[in-house]
T-cell receptor
Framework: EAQVTQNPRYLITVTGKKLTVTCSQN?????MSWYRQDPGLGLRQIYY???????DKGDVPEGYKVSRKEKRNFPLILESPSPNQTSLYFC????????????FGPGTRLTVL | AQSVTQLDSQVPVFEEAPVELRCNYS??????LFWYVQYPNQGLQLLLK??????LVESINGFEAEFNKSQTSFHLRKPSVHISDTAEYFC????????????FGKGTRLSVIA
């Protein structure tokens, strides 16, 4: 089944404790992206990647890191999480940009205490 | 740069009534237009998209959207809603050329009341 998977789905952590949210897609897509969703703000893009070893900042990259060592994986790293990073995070992928449909993962709900 | 405005943050409607979710966009270049739907506790999934050709596009579950270039709008409509349509709906745009990401509106929460 074609899908985007994220792990974990739920995470509660404390300020400053490094964490990684994994994202994997099995559709051989070139383009991958991370978003955060907050009430009243919609989806805001954190980082995106056009292909392996190519990443770029989105609208809200501060406090986040990403890597794209393999085509299928695009982990999101929070080196020192803070409470303002409490949010719902989505990973997405698509073949390329333009008209292609973007496929979303199920989401990761992160709470930083 | 592009921007998307969804004029209503919440829309309550009775079952079997018609609904329109409004979307306006701003862009100096030609764009593709999308509507995504997010059901409770799920990720987003594509509902429909406008790429070119006929300005009226339809989804498999009875929604339709019409691209109006002069009004820079892409409103989503359904003539008769079901309880199962309760979800959040996001309008999004992306320029036709270049590698820029999708730009989303803030979403409209549709609540269908029995």
């Amino acid at each position: 089944e074609a899908q985007v998977t994220q792990n974990p789905r739920y995470l509660i952590t404390v300020t400053g404790k490094k964490l990684t949210v994994t994202c994997s897609q099995n559709m051989n897509h070139e383009y991958m992206s991370w978003y955060r969703q907050d009430p009243g703000l919609g989806l805001r893009q954190i980082y995106y990647s056009m292909n392996v070893e190519v990443t770029d900042k989105g609208d809200v990259p501060e406090g986040y890191k990403v890597s794209r060592k393999e085509k299928r994986n695009f982990p999101l790293i929070l080196e020192s999480p803070s409470p303002n990073q409490t949010s719902l995070y989505f990973c997405a992928s698509q073949m390329r940009t333009g008209a292609d449909t973007q496929y979303f993962g199920p989401g990761t709900r992160l709470t930083v205490l | 740069a592009q921007s998307v405005t969804q004029l209503d943050s919440q829309v309550p409607v009775f079952e079997e009534a018609p609904v329109e979710l409004r979307c306006n966009y701003s862009s100096s270049v030609s764009v593709y237009l999308f509507w995504y739907v997010q059901y409770p506790n799920q990720g987003l999934q594509l509902l429909l998209k406008y790429l070119s050709g006929s300005t009226l596009v339809e989804s498999i579950n009875g929604f339709e959207a019409e691209f109006n270039k002069s009004q820079t709008s892409f409103h989503l409509r359904k003539p008769s809603v079901h309880i199962s349509d309760t979800a959040e709906y996001f309008c999004a745009v992306r320029p036709i050329s270049g590698n820029t990401p999708l730009v989303f509106g803030k979403g409209t929460r549709l609540s269908v009341i029995a």
